[in-house]
């Protein structure tokens, strides 16, 4: 999949109309209306075989310590989801706010913790000079575009959580765990890109 194909899907209202705004099972019985806003960069890297820029977060934060995730964070006041998505990258992983083709927004993302994410999606163009914040990162790594695209990449996992039996998205890695809001993100990004649904 180039450039074209992924901004083509990007800004095409069925492609976007095979996804809602989801709710993981952790999130049940929140009122979104009274979630914190957030935004999260997903940086598709033009490579010739594409990839998703992904983090792996600083074991010393206090919350989502040692997750994956897209970088971004808290919307400030007055801001857009596209601004605090790119203020985030930069903050996080050192991506000049210039680079970044923004793409268009994918549904929201609410999660357990009571966040209602706004995912952007952009396309960037190698190479990058990124400097991942110590403080918050601990590892910037890609995942192959193809794997994304792949409909047998994902698996549903199920666990046990406040008497509950709850389900959630994992994708396969040789080194980290893609699990959560994270991983629910990239099941909705799949379904926008690929021709099939």
């Known amino acids: 999949m180039n450039a074209a194909d992924i901004a083509a899907r990007l800004a095409d209202p069925a492609a976007l109309a095979r996804v809602a705004p989801s709710m993981g099972s952790y999130a049940e019985g929140l009122d979104p209306a009274r979630m914190i806003s957030a935004a999260v960069l997903i940086p598709i890297v033009l490579h ?40 985030e990258a930069q903050e996080e992983v050192g991506l000049d706010p210039a680079l970044p083709r923004l793409l268009g927004r994918m549904p929201d993302h609410f999660t357990g913790t009571g966040y209602r994410i706004t995912p952007v999606v952009a396309l960037v163009t190698p190479p990058l000079a990124l400097n991942a914040d110590p403080g918050e990162v601990a590892e910037i790594f890609e995942l192959p575009l193809a794997v994304v695209l792949d409909p047998h990449a994902p698996q549903r996992r199920r666990t046990e959580f406040k008497g509950r039996t709850r389900e959630f998205w994992v994708w396969p890695h040789e080194r980290h765990y893609i699990w959560g809001a994270t991983a629910g993100m990239l099941v909705n990004l799949a379904k926008v890109l690929r021709t099939e649904g």
């Open 48 to 87: 010739p075989e594409p990839t998703v820029l992904l983090t792996l977060r600083s074991a010393r934060l206090n919350a989502h310590a040692g997750q994956v995730a897209f970088p971004g964070g808290r919307m400030e006041a007055g801001e857009t989801a596209e601004q605090a998505a790119l203020r």
